[in-house]
């Protein structure tokens, strides 16, 4: 969806206004300027200047300093404000076949994805009617469960496969998380999952400062990713993961799906330490930080639910056993998971949370992190 309240808080992503302090001021300068000196300006220490607000044109929105004009998608209840300029690489995320075969529906996030859905609302700490930002939102499912727990959801991904659901309910954007299109201190609550590990160390870098402005001086951002680390604990998780894989060989659980998922994973976060000397540079500070040492996940989630998942899908496609018949361009994966099912992952959730409760202290790769600013900006 498109609110009013969304069109205050967009900006172009590439052009900064003229304003600033003395170091990244530019008078009259124009558009050459936000070309030349963008990176400059908005690591400027006193936050850079703003970007520059659109004007309504036709059905569109227009840039009065690069003169692009921006899509507005009501129908499909986003904007599009992706820099018309490249800005780097595109992720596998942008390439739609690449997409479908993740099977995303709107049920509410379950396992693991719906542990780090619960660590994202206490750790930001959440409040009723509070506006949160999902950078790198991909079909809008984590943001539609912020917005069944109270909060007012807004998403950004660069590929425009958000879920009819999110569409109707997600104040939605397209756009480069390098360049994100917001107005400074637009949203002070977002959060990012499983999207840095996607990026190189300088990609990583400018979605730090961009989410800085983001957020603004009190602000908070929250982050699950991993650096390049691992824990005693981790050895169990590799054992069960080699385990899987050779399942795998044998047909008896589908591995390829999670291959898939990982498959343009750039790892540029080579320890914890690296990671807040990113944060640093950015104006962020690392307030909290949890580990996910994943063994009731690795076994529970990548082991037995692999193996049920699979040999549900023998059943149904033995011959003369199959009750409701799949249109063959559909995965049968993306159905939506019946009621005794969707109880089930509910009680595995709760179990799979104990990974954070008992070894969440244990330092390991991946983890949950609070970010706040440094308030290099004066407050604001
Ligand atoms: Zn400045
Ligand atoms: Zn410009
Ligand atoms: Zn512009």
Known sequence: MIPAELLQKIACPVCLEAGGC???????VGHPACLSDYAGRVSCACGGPDKVRLVPEGPGLRCPCCGVV???????????????????????????????QLHVTDTPPLLSARVKADMMRRMLGLRPGEAVLDLGCGAGKMALYAGSRGARPAGLDVAPFFLPRAGREVALVLGDL???????????????????????ETGVREVLLEARRTVG????????????????????????????????????????????RKSDHRN???SHE?????????????????????????VIEDLLLRLYEQWRRGRSTAPGESREPVPAHEPAAAKPPGRPMLA????????LKLDVILFGRIRTGPFFGLLEPTGREGGR
Do not use: W
Not at 235 to 257: K, P, S, T
């Open 344 to 351: 089930l992952g509910r009680a595995m959730s709760v179990i």
């Open 22 to 28: 003395d170091a990244c001021r530019r008078e009259g």
């Open 274 to 298: 690296h990671f807040e000397a990113l944060c640093e540079t950015a104006g962020f500070r690392v307030t909290q930080r949890r580990y996910y040492n994943v063994v009731f996940k690795a």
């Open 268 to 270: 540029a976060i080579r």
């Open 70 to 100: 921006y899509g507005v998608h009501a129908s499909e209840g986003y904007v599009d404000l992706v820099p018309r300029s490249r800005v780097g690489e595109v992720t596998q995320y942008a390439d739609h076949d690449f997409h479908e």
């Open 217 to 260: 001086g009190a602000g908070r951002l929250f982050v699950y990713t991993h650096a390049m680390e691992s824990s005693r604990l981790a050895g169990f998780q590799r054992a069960v993961n080699r385990l899987a894989r050779r399942l795998g060989e044998r047909g008896l659980i589908d591995h390829a799906r999670e291959a898939m």
């Open 178 to 200: 390098r360049r994100l299109p917001f107005r400074k201190a637009a949203f002070p609550r977002a959060y990012s999952l499983d999207v840095l590990e996607h990026l190189d």
